[in-house]
């Protein structure tokens, strides 16, 4: 892997991304140029109808690795970069590697298992907002939606306060991996940091093989499916796919909740949070806007044809508004039943820790809503990146 000077510039910045109001972008161009469209700019495939979206990602015939399209390639090699700092992991792995590499960890993720660490994350979201003052503003991405989802995932990981303090001190570059943006003084900072914790993760996984603890490093560690390469590129995966993504969940919910004037609030008229209500939250307001995949056959998409080698970016944020298959699709309703939503992705890379980040989103959401928050005025910024849709920072007070 190596670095170059090359100007910074989004690897995959596509026009929607670029429109103050994203959703009404994906509408237009839903209409315009329907489920599935050639976009020339990014030489890229996007699909913005909900079932050609679920065709995509549970059908045969596609690659998860970005490295398998020409496109991806060359972009990458344009910047100095031949492998992905990510890869490595199940999330760019295609069968069989994929399943091997999931079954490692499969049956800690499932919801019965995950619903037995609800005591241990209901300690750390107390620790993480009890003791915060009421009455003063308090900025909500840094004081509690980022440190809470790596506070989680460290106990459960069992990393020692060095690799955990490294895990947090670089949480800001390590993020950029899920941005698909590439360009020279990001990547540099995010290469970096990511093979400072592969250097953190390496001693920890061969000593976990050794001498196997009960936590979820040491179930990975202790598979000798896997090589410990293998073992360590999963575990940094697991470490860093839960960061942004949860806080960015949580960052949006949270807007969402308490946008409006009192009285008219959805926090006001919700009363406690359901799972219901965060299986909306993530239809709604789920940060990952698309998932890429590579065709790796010739084929008919919904009228158009791919051919082999064709990245295909699934826009899963705008399927999940699809009109077709969602009625009212901007409207928050959490007695909606039927389709899945697909802010976890589907099909076989449908997200692993799902069931962590909606018990994590739950928890949090309603013990800062018992400390009765309020926005404050415009405090409210957006990431300045396309791929995860989260704020960057938003200020609430606490009225008790
Ligand atoms: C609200 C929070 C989260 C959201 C919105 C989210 C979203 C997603 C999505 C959309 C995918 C599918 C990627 C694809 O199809 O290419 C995915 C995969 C994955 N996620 Fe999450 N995620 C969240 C939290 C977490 C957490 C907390 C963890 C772990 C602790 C995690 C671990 C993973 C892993 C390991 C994969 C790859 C699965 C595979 O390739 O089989 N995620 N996530």
Redesign the pocket.
């Known amino acids: 892997m190596r670095t170059d000077t090359a100007d910074s510039r989004p690897m995959l910045m596509w026009a929607p991304w670029r429109a103050g109001d994203v959703f009404a972008a994906y509408e237009q161009w839903r209409c315009e140029h329907g489920a599935v469209s050639f976009d020339e700019e990014t030489q890229s495939w996007f699909v913005v109808g909900y079932a050609t979206a679920r065709e995509v990602?549970s059908g045969e015939g596609w690659s998860?690795d970005p490295l398998s399209s020409p496109v991806v390639r060359d972009t990458l090699a344009a910047h100095g970069i031949d492998e992905l700092p990510l890869g490595g992991g199940?999330?760019t792995a295609d069968p069989p590697d994929?399943e091997r590499m999931?079954g490692a960890v499969r049956d800690v993720f499932t919801p019965h298992y995950i619903a037995q660490l609800a005591s241990g994350v209901e300690a750390i979201a107390a620790d993480a907002i009890d003791l915060l003052p009421a009455g003063e503003p308090v900025e909500f991405m840094t004081t509690i939606a980022r440190p809470f989802?790596v506070a989680v995932?460290a106990e459960w990981l069992a990393l020692d306060p060095a690799t955990t303090r490294l895990l947090w001190d670089r949480a800001d570059e390590l993020v950029r991996l899920l941005d698909g943006v590439i360009g020279a003084e990001l990547t540099v900072g995010t290469l970096e940091a990511m093979s400072a914790l592969v250097a953190e993760f390496l001693p920890l996984a061969a000593s976990r093989r050794e001498t196997p603890g009960d936590d979820l490093l040491s179930l990975l560690a202790a598979d000798r499916e896997l090589a410990l390469d293998e073992v360590v590129a999963n575990a940094v995966?697991?470490a860093i796919?839960?960061h942004e993504?949860?806080a960015g969940?949580l960052g949006n919910a949270l807007v969402r909740l308490l946008a409006g004037a009192d009285g008219t609030r959805l926090a006001d008229r919700i009363g406690a949070v359901t799972p219901a209500d965060v299986d909306e939250f993530?239809r709604l307001d789920?940060?990952?806007q698309a998932?890429?995949r590579t065709s790796t056959v010739d084929r008919c998409l919904d009228g158009r044809f791919i051919t082999a080698g064709e990245r295909v970016v699934v826009v899963?944020a705008a399927a999940n508004r699809d009109p077709d298959v969602f009625e009212r699709p901007a409207e928050f309703d959490p007695s909606r039943r039927g389709s899945l939503h697909l802010?976890?992705?589907f099909g076989?890379?449908?997200?692993?820790?799902?069931a962590?980040?909606k018990l994590?989103?739950q928890i949090a959401l309603t013990r800062i809503l018992d400390r009765d928050p309020v926005l404050v005025p415009d405090s409210v910024s957006p990431r300045p990146t396309s791929l995860l849709r989260a704020p960057e920072s938003l200020t609430v007070e606490f009225r008790r």
Do not use: F, K, Q
């Not at 076989?348 to 799902?354: D, T, V």
């Open positions: 990602l998860s199940m999330l994929h999931r989802p995932i995966l697991l796919a839960g993504t949860t969940l993530l789920g940060p990952p998932v890429g899963v802010g976890l992705g076989r890379h449908r997200c692993l820790g799902a962590l980040a994590e989103v």
